[in-house]
């Protein structure tokens, strides 16, 4: 005989009330509701990242936070002077300026430009950031002159 077909007899136990274990807690809508709040928070946090993003866009993005920008350009006195220093060059001689920094194989190369003519491009140990060349270009007449070795005056003397 099943479970349903028995007849009930007032000598049965009845059963015990099955009580939740949130008894004697305080529930509120936050307990309730603690995954919907966590996805929300999440949802937010990665919106708060990725819309000003998509409205500025990732090439201003790049410009908002590139140091280089607050560099000074660099003058043909500079590389003047850069060129009668007796002691050894390094890579930051040249990135105290404003250009574009590049890794190759060979090493690290740092582009300075000299107004629409001139520019400067040094090539860089991995090892320890000497300069191991270090060429001024005239774009326009397209001679150059090793700063580390030659006489950048003389050069520029014999420039129209």
Known sequence: MSYLQQPYRKTDKKPKDERADTVGKTENFFSRNVKTITFCLTLAALLAVFIPIGVIGIDKLDELFDPARNLPEMTLEDV????????????????????????????????????????????????DSRL??????????QEEVDVLEDDVRAFLAGQP
């Open 132 to 141: 191991e060349s270090c060429v001024l270009y005239n774009q326009q007449t």
């Open 80 to 127: 003047i002077a850069l060129s009668e220093r007796e002691e050894t060059l390094y890579l930051k001689d040249l990135t105290c300026y404003r250009g574009e920094k590049g890794e190759w194989t060979i090493g690290t190369v740092y582009t300075v430009y000299i107004g629409e003519e001139y520019l400067l491009r040094g090539v860089a140990s991995h090892v």
